[in-house]
C-alpha cells in the first residue's frame, strides 16, 4: 500500500557533507510526521531531527547547526542534509513516517536503514 525508500547514506571523511533522502510513495493522502533516527554499534537508537505537517522542526542537541531536515512535498520526500560531518556521526540512519492514506488509514512506517560511515 505504502512505500518507503531511504538513500544517500556512504563513506564521507570529517567534515564533509552527506544528504539523506526518505521518500514515500503508494496511495498517500497527507503525510504527519517525518522522523530521521540513528543507531550507533551497541548504542540505543535516538531521534535525530523531526518535522511535522505544521512545519514545527527539532532536533537533538548534537547535530543543531550542522543538520537541516527539509521537505519536498510534491515529491513526497524529506532530506537530511548533514554537514561538517563527524566520526561520532556513524550510525545506520532510518526514517519514520506516520501518514494517512487516501482511504483514511493511518500507517506508521520505517525506511530500511542507511549506513553513514565518517572516518578517515
Known amino acids: 500500500q505504502v512505500q518507503l525508500v531511504e538513500s544517500g547514506g556512504g563513506l564521507v571523511q570529517p567534515g564533509g557533507s552527506l544528504r539523506l533522502s526518505c521518500a514515500a510513495s503508494?496511495?498517500?493522502?497527507?503525510?504527519?510526521?517525518v522522523g530521521w533516527y540513528r543507531q550507533a554499534p551497541g548504542k540505543q537508537r535516538e531521534l535525530v531531527a523531526r518535522?511535522?505537517?505544521?512545519?514545527?522542526?527539532t532536533y537533538v542537541d548534537s547535530v543543531k547547526g550542522r543538520f537541516t531536515i527539509f521537505r519536498d512535498t510534491a515529491k513526497n520526500t524529506v532530506y537530511l542534509q548533514m554537514n561538517s560531518l563527524k566520526p561520532e556521526d556513524t550510525a545506520v540512519y532510518s526514517c519514520?513516517?506516520?501518514?494517512?492514506?487516501?482511504?483514511?488509514?493511518?500507517?506508521?512506517?520505517w525506511g530500511q536503514g542507511t549506513q553513514v560511515t565518517v572516518s578517515s
Open positions: 519514520n513516517v506516520l501518514l494517512v492514506t487516501v482511504d483514511w488509514q493511518s500507517i506508521n512506517t
Open positions: 503508494g496511495s498517500i493522502a497527507s503525510i504527519y510526521v
Open positions: 518535522i511535522t505537517s505544521n512545519d514545527a522542526i
